[in-house]
């Protein structure tokens, strides 16, 4: 299903040894995506040994206007395992408050060590819609170099759906904290405001150091037609951005009803009980060529051509930086503030056409 689900990287003699036998399963780096099959063959695979080899966490969250809690959810239902991160709390300040910023290197591994994590843990994982905001915290792992580091394709849901046993209550006690250094922060994968503006000014067309900038936002939002979910911001979007809405990469699966009606539902709900998993690599190929055109699309696949995605809290650019690295692209990154940081501010400008 997937064309590049990861890089071999070539280790150093001292990093190989200092790697456990159930580390070495995947070499330094991992796959970025697994199956609930294949989590549920990991997991077997890691029973007995080290707590910190594999470690699963539920990365749950939601838009500002739902009501659901992601970590009081957690308690009701969860993989066996698991441990919560809240992604508004692994963060760093904001002087416009906004939320899940890229946490500073101390703060990231800080939260790792609470969570039982080591440097050579391979880390999982997964949120209750299927694939919506795992894979903002995947980006986060990896842009701190964490190569161990997967989503759970179609997250809790899919893993009931494939009739494996859940579990409620507080997550385990971590019974020792491990080691994890402040790790260093790859600034090529984070853009901020003012890279942004500089690249409004710049038209792709005539120049090849802009870098194209994919709006994960709902079409309505982009061409502001539609409000955004936060009171009193404008939609609409940058100059020169293009709409790629994120669930243009993603698909709608049902629990089988035979299951739905037994298991436990985050959020309660009755009817269908659904959930999204990623597209084929060919159908998130299909997604992009229908927002870039295939000439622009071969610029990005090629490397000639940077990618930097966007949504509107910097949480579903992280599906369309996912998808992107599925089908091999190296040069992505993701503007961290997105919309709320970019419209919040009066001086930027803001397109509400085509």
Same mark, same amino acid.
């Given at each position: 299903m997937f064309a590049r689900p990861f890089v071999q990287r070539t280790l150093s003699a001292s990093r190989r040894f200092a790697l456990r036998p159930y580390a070495t399963m995947f070499g330094e780096s991992c796959p970025l995506v697994l199956t609930p099959a294949q989590l549920q063959s990991l997991t077997q695979t890691h029973? !007995?040994?080290?707590?910190? %080899?594999?470690?699963?966490? +539920?990365? =749950?969250?939601?838009?500002?206007?739902?009501?659901?809690?992601?970590?009081?959810? *957690?308690?009701?239902?969860?993989?066996?395992g698991a441990r919560f991160i809240n992604l508004d709390e692994v963060a760093a300040p904001h002087?416009?408050?906004?939320?899940?910023?890229?946490?500073?290197?101390?703060?990231?591994?800080?939260?790792c060590r609470f969570l039982g994590i080591s440097p050579e843990t391979h880390v999982v994982l997964y949120d209750t819609h299927g694939v919506f905001s795992s894979p903002r915290a995947l980006y986060m792992f990896r842009a701190f170099g964490h190569h161990r580091s997967s989503i759970l394709d179609g997250g809790l849901p899919a893993w009931q759906a494939h009739g494996n046993e859940t579990e409620a209550g507080e997550a385990r006690r971590v019974i020792f904290a491990p080691k994890y250094p402040p790790p260093q922060l790859n600034?090529?994968?984070?853009? +901020?405001? %003012?890279?942004i503006v500089a690249n409004s000014g710049r038209d792709p067309a005539a120049t090849r150091d802009a870098f194209y900038v994919l709006d994960a936002r709902s079409r309505g939002r982009f061409l502001g037609k539609d409000p955004e979910p936060r009171p009193g911001l404008s939609s609409?979007?940058?100059?020169?951005?293009?709409?790629?809405? *994120?669930?243009?990469?993603?698909?709608?699966?049902?629990?089988?009803? +035979?299951?739905? =009606?037994?298991?436990?539902?985050? !959020?309660?709900?009755?009817?269908?009980?659904?959930?999204? &998993?990623? &597209?084929?690599?060919?159908?998130?190929?299909?997604a992009l060529e229908e927002a870039l055109g295939p000439e622009r699309t071969k610029e990005v696949l090629q490397g000639r051509? &940077?990618?930097?995605?966007?949504?509107? =809290?910097?949480?579903?650019?992280?599906?369309?930086?996912?998808?992107?690295?599925?089908?091999?692209v190296e040069q992505v990154g993701l503007y961290d503030?997105?919309?709320?940081?970019?419209?919040? &501010?009066?001086?930027?400008?803001?397109?509400?056409?085509?």
């Open positions: 029973t !007995g040994r080290d707590q910190t %080899d594999l470690v699963v966490l +539920d990365a =749950s969250w939601h838009m500002p206007n739902s009501p659901r809690k992601p970590a009081e959810e *957690f308690l009701g239902v969860h993989l066996p002087p416009l408050s906004l939320s899940h910023m890229m946490p500073e290197p101390a703060t990231f591994a800080k939260a600034q090529e994968v984070v853009i +901020d405001y %003012d890279q609409g979007h940058m100059p020169y951005a293009i709409s790629l809405p *994120f669930n243009a990469f993603l698909e709608t699966h049902n629990v089988p009803e +035979d299951i739905a =009606s037994k298991v436990v539902r985050p !959020g309660g709900g009755d009817g269908p009980y659904t959930y999204t &998993r990623l &597209r084929s690599t060919q159908g998130i190929l299909s051509r &940077r990618v930097v995605t966007s949504c509107g =809290s910097g949480m579903t650019a992280g599906v369309l930086w996912l998808g992107l690295k599925l089908l091999g503030e997105s919309w709320t940081g970019y419209a919040m &501010r009066p001086e930027s400008k803001i397109v509400k056409e085509e």
